[in-house]
């Protein structure tokens, strides 16, 4: 089932879309709570074997706060529950009442090994105040040691944004119901590890398309195509990468690195003639040739690839500038540009889009490539990520793969969340392994869309594995190529109800909350 990624408004019209398509809101809400009890009780089991703490504000999100607490102590958990006030909403009152019946009501005092967090829910905006912040603050000082599962989002945190104005929970682990917030991937930290659960918002869901997906492995198996039995280096494809400037060779050795571990059958490493020695020293399996100097020579060198990758280490450059231009003027299939391909065009988007043409094609900046190429700065190209990809795609006709946390994939009419990788990845190089593995994709696919999407989770899930119970500090590129054919053999299980996908912590899980 496809996971929406929503804003705080938009998660609240789908619950409403829901309950106008027959749902009861209680139902949603106990199916909500009852995913959260579960999660408690397959992942902190020993810690809930010591107590249960719940901390409940007044709305809803405080209704699946104490219903989640009447559930663990049915399941035979001490359970005690720190309300900041009375239930405000009708379904959050029943579950309040029916609670108090075999929970205890009161202060925790800090000896329980589960937190439960359900003050604030995805509607609240500004610093937590008044009872609210009092409790967060208790709750920060009492239970340093326990394990804290946030409701829905961690409160404090935006929904949408994942901003904290004020005083906030940091979580082990947050549920969410039926979509997922964009506040809580915009704020990992916070967040911990992610579960999605399944509340019974899928018809909606699905059938509101305008609104992004997350990428997952389900996706990705279906847009590889298989190495078939009788496949050979041509079948494979052929991949020219163009870049390497002068003292910058490593960068297209990564790119070729990245494509060579995704399955490419063929790549040509096109650099600077100081490089050439270099790259053919660095990655024997490449071939390499010096760059073009006239359309002839850039003529025959695209008439030997599939695909183009222009950019890693090109450098900026008068003469790579004209490269780029002499490469799109001759070679008319699929491209992916990065890096200092999209720094040439800085303030010039008309011109990138013109050389493009329409064409099948991928660009892969970070939120400083962004706004250099689109315009305005790159804070603001960060926080507006979401709707600012789709808008560059279309004004260039392409797709844009805008790097970050999370990373978005747009083109005029679809967008992708990718919210796989960890902080590994934030180190000189990730990104020409990135565009080595889009590439490749997309020189066997020739879907740019998919194939970024793709590329960019399995980016991503390779450093996951090279950091799997290791964390990151001290994870190499080096780590994550060696992680990529682990990635491909796409063996991560269908998730099992009532999750609908799960998220990894980008980092290692918090011991002072």
Known sequence: MTVRVVTAAEAAELEQRAIADGALSRELMRAAAAATAQSVLQRFAPEAARGVAIYAGVGNNGGDAWRVGALLARSGLPVRVHSTGAAQT??????????????ESGEPDGSEGVVIDGLLGTGAT????DAVETAIRLLQERHRTARVVAVDVPSGVNATTGECAGVHVRAHLTVTYGSLKRGVLRNRAAAGAILVADIGLGRVAAAWSELPSLVDAEFVRRAVPPILADAHKGTRRRLLVV?????????PILAARGAMRS?????KLCVAPQSLVAVQGGEPAAMAAPWPTDDAEAAALGAWAHALLIGPGLGRSDEAAALIARMLGVFAGPVVLDADA????EG????????????????????VEFARLIGGDAA??????FDAAQQAARD?????????VPTVIANATERWVSAAGTPALATAGSGDVLGGIVATLLAQTGEDLASAAAGAWAHGRAAEIAGAGRGVRGVTLDDVLRALPTVWQLSDAPRSPPWLAELAPVAELPTVV
Do not use: W, Y
Request: net charge positive; glycine share 12%.
């Open 348 to 367: 010039r988007r008309e011109q990138l889009a013109a050389l493009l043409n329409g064409r099948t094609a991928v660009i892969t900046p970070h939120a």
């Open 380 to 385: 603001s190209a960060d926080e507006e990520r």
């Open 263 to 267: 399955g490419i059958g063929m790549v």
């Open 90 to 103: 009708a379904d959050a009152q029943v579950e309040q009442r029916e609670a108090l019946a075999v929970v």
């Open 396 to 404: 260039l006709r392409c797709t844009v793969l805008l790097k970050g």
């Open 243 to 251: 870049g390497g400037a002068a003292g910058m060779a490593g960068a």
């Open 126 to 129: 500004g610093a937590p105040r």
């Open 342 to 345: 999209l720094n040439a065009f």
